[in-house]
């Protein structure tokens, strides 16, 4: 048993879906999730800046006393987990684009992956799209979609025509990936674009879930009821 507290960081609001998540998955835990605004946008950084970003945010997570800490971020899992497990005696849960449930999902169309320009360009991206491509993936980085979705977070509705403008290049597309935490909050826009007519994928649920084993594994779960939610903003 042990209740300190999970630790959930994103360059910004994108990794509170994931944190959302979470929240259902585990109703006993403690969260921090902390938001690293200055460190914004990150995928249109580079990578040997985003690797400093991250572990500063793990850094400032450890000092709140986590147990293990979700990167609720495809960036910055994409370009620092691995070393983050390397140097961290700690469970690390990253979101990764759900590319493998949704090419298995795809009969017939295209699969069109969405996001950011850093993640795209790292090697782990680079190797899961190799694993499970079927020909029919498109994968489509977005310059500065996390930006606009974090500055318009009250009101995503606003953010319709550049949406619009976005997926119109994309024509026969039967599964779309949310490969960006950011673009969680826009899955009803994407959903409407496409008239319902396709499956939507994003990795909140499977790193939720893997979040539980990991703490069951290491004996870190809390049986105490909910007491503390925290957000920092950096
Ligand atoms: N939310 C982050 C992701 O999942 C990226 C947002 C940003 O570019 O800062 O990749």
Do not use: W
């Amino acid at each position: 048993m042990n209740d300190a507290p999970i630790g959930v960081f994103d360059s910004g609001v994108g990794g509170v879906s994931v944190l959302k998540t979470c929240l259902d998955v585990l109703p006993n835990e403690n969260f921090v999730y902390l938001a690293d605004r200055s460190g914004m946008p990150y995928g249109n950084k580079s990578h040997e800046e985003i690797e400093k970003r991250v572990e500063l945010c793990v850094r400032t997570l450890q000092g709140e006393g986590v147990k293990a800490v979700v990167a609720a971020c495809n960036t910055a899992t994409n370009v620092g987990i691995a070393s983050l497990r390397k140097k961290y005696d700690m469970p690390f849960v990253g979101l990764e684009p759900a590319v493998k449930p949704a090419v298995a999902a795809c009969t017939r169309g295209n699969v069109l992956v969405l996001l950011t320009p850093l993640a795209a360009k790292q090697e782990k991206f680079r190797e899961l799209v190799k694993k499970h491509d079927n020909g029919r993936l498109i994968i489509a980085p977005q310059e500065d979609l996390a930006e606009k979705v974090e500055e318009h977070i009250d009101d995503f509705r606003a953010l319709k025509k550049p949406t619009f403008d976005i997926l119109r290049a994309y024509k026969n597309v039967e599964c779309v990936v949310l490969g960006c935490t950011h673009y969680v909050f826009l899955r009803p826009l994407v959903e409407e674009f496409y008239g319902g007519r396709i499956k939507i994928f994003d990795g909140n649920d499977g790193a939720a879930r893997r979040l539980k084993t990991l703490l069951e594994q290491n004996g870190k779960m809390s049986c105490l009821g909910r007491r503390s939610l925290k957000f920092i903003v950096i």
